[in-house]
Structures are given as structure tokens and as C-alpha cells.
């Protein structure tokens, strides 16, 4: 049974990447010597409620669904949120791992505590762990494409960065990244031969911003076999995940795609119908991969 390693983490640095994206370094109390060195590698971190110093979490547990049952049966007025994060980095030989949040300027719990937060604020964090990873590496599936096709809002910059920092030299990747304006441009190092086009957000009537799925769908993509990763706000996820298969014609088994945020809901609201289907969609490949089938 996979472990589902739970530590307590406290701030040692925040610094800004940009004016809306903090970078935050923490100290974890332990942290398992093997994890944290991958790529887009997930973790959950939990939020004191008000008043609270610490969030109230279970204890760690080798039994993933005992521990996240007993997390929902703490009250909920005590009980902390909890929200999905990438791994920025990890310091190799220490406990330190840099977390990257986008200060929305909305009042999330997230978002919110990374405004204000302090060195010496704790959190819980849940993770790293294989849990939260598919069973076929990204790295295997990279390295057996012809090139990397990315593309994703900033909320999927920190897990991009790691990506593109992670491609051996002379690996190709073509990256589409939606951000609010060009002060929020990244430099990422690589080893790879790497294009960014950084798109900057232009609101529908609707309030969406559809620049990242017009970029994907008018792009002359390079000659070959492409692997694509794509990540942010569902909507946008759904429509390129379409585009790629239905006009490009890549096999969905070439696609790793993942909802970060639903426009105008919370992680804390409901699913809806096509949040079900996505779920379930990804539930039958990762278990097709794991188990060696195609479909």
C-alpha cells in the first residue's frame, strides 16, 4: 500500500517571481530522501482556519483513504483547506522545498494566506507521494515523443517550469502559457531547445479569456510525434484536450491533462457534470496504463 506521507512545514523565505506570483521556501519537518525530485510532482497543502496556528491534520498514514477519511470527519468549522500545489523544487540533501502561489487577489484561502504570509507560518503538507502521480512517467512518455507541446495558465507556470527545466539537451518543447501581462514573464533555465510564447489575457463578454486555446489551435506545430501536457482552468483544458485529438489527431494516450481551477467555483464547491466525466476519463487511462492495456 502506498504511503500517504502528512508533515508540518514552516515558512524561511518569500520572495516575489513577479507581482502576482510569490515563491515560497519552507522547511518540512521530514521529507523522504526519494521524493520531490520529479517533475510536475502534486502535493496537498492545508490551511489553518482562523485563529488557528496550525492546521488540525490526522496523523501520517499508510492507508491513504483511512487518513483522508478521518481528515473529513474533523468538524468543519476546525477542519483545515486543503488545495493542490506543484512542487516548485526541492533542495537536494535538505528538507526545503520552494512552492509558488498566484496571488489572485481574491479572498481563497490560498491566495490569501500567501499575501500575508511570514517566515515562521506553518502549513500541513500531504505529499509528496505516487498517490498524486500517474502510473507511466512523464519523463518515459517525453522521451518517446519527438517534442514536448505544453500549454497552460499561470497556475500551471510552477509545474511547466519544472518540466521544461527537466528536458535533456537538445529535447524540444513548445510551450503556450496565458499570463495577465508581460511583467509576468518567467526566465526558466533548460537544457532544451525551448520556444515560450507568452500570451497575455483578453476577457470574453462572458469574463473567459480564450487567447490560450486560439494560440494552441493557430499554431504550425513542428514536424513529429508531439507530447502534450496541459493544465489550468477546466474549461480551457477541456476545449484544447478536444482540439488536439479531434483536428490534430493525437492519441489521447499522447495527452496528460489536468483541471487546475473552474472559472467562477472553488475547489470547495460541487463537481459538475463534466468535472464527473474528466474524472473518469482519467481514472480508465491511468488504469489502462498501469495495468500495460491499450484502449
Known amino acids: 500500500m502506498t504511503e500517504l506521507p ?15 506570483m510569490a515563491r515560497v521556501t519552507f522547511d518540512a519537518d521530514h521529507l ?44 468543519e ?19 526545503t522545498v520552494e512552492i509558488d502561489f498566484v496571488l489572485h487577489g481574491d ?27 500517474a502510473p507511466i512517467s512523464l519523463t518515459d512518455s517525453i522521451a518517446n515523443s519527438d517534442w514536448l507541446l505544453l ?21 524540444r518543447a513548445v510551450a503556450f502559457v496565458e499570463v495577465a501581462d508581460a511583467d509576468e514573464r518567467q526566465n526558466i533555465e533548460t537544457d532544451g ?13 462572458a469574463g473567459r479569456s480564450d487567447v490560450l486555446i486560439d494560440a494552441v489551435r493557430n499554431a504550425e506545430f513542428p514536424p513529429g510525434r508531439p507530447f502534450a501536457w496541459l493544465a489550468g482552468e477546466s474549461g480551457a483544458v477541456r476545449a484544447l484536450r478536444r482540439h488536439l485529438v479531434d483536428d ?5 494516450r499522447s495527452i496528460d491533462f489536468a483541471g487546475y481551477w473552474r472559472f ?18 482519467r481514472l480508465a487511462e491511468f488504469r489502462a496504463a498501469a495495468e500495460g492495456r491499450t484502449e
Open 6 to 20: 502528512v508533515s508540518f512545514i514552516h515558512v524561511i523565505d518569500i520572495t516575489r517571481v513577479t507581482p502576482r
Open 32 to 75: 523522504d530522501d526519494s521524493v520531490g525530485h520529479a517533475p510536475d510532482q502534486q502535493v496537498k497543502l492545508c490551511f489553518p482556519r482562523a485563529g488557528q496556528r496550525l492546521p488540525v491534520l490526522p496523523e501520517e498514514s499508510d492507508d491513504a483513504s483511512g487518513w483522508y477519511q478521518a481528515y473529513l470527519a474533523i468538524p
Open 77 to 95: 468549522g476546525e477542519r483545515p483547506w486543503m488545495r493542490s500545489f506543484t512542487l516548485r523544487r526541492r533542495l537536494p540533501g535538505t528538507n
Open 107 to 133: 479572498t481563497g484561502p490560498a491566495t490569501g494566506w500567501a499575501a500575508a504570509a511570514r517566515p515562521g507560518d506553518q502549513l500541513g503538507m500531504v505529499g509528496p507521494s505516487a498517490i498524486y502521480s
Open 151 to 171: 500549454a497552460g495558465d499561470e497556475s500551471a507556470l510552477p509545474a511547466i517550469g519544472t518540466l521544461l527545466e527537466a528536458l535533456p539537451r537538445g529535447g
Open 193 to 205: 531547445d525551448v520556444t515560450v510564447n507568452w500570451l497575455y489575457r483578453e476577457h470574453t463578454a
Open 248 to 252: 490534430r489527431g493525437l492519441d489521447k
Open 264 to 281: 467562477t467555483l472553488t475547489q470547495d464547491d460541487a463537481p459538475t457534470t463534466e468535472d464527473m466525466a474528466e474524472a473518469q476519463e
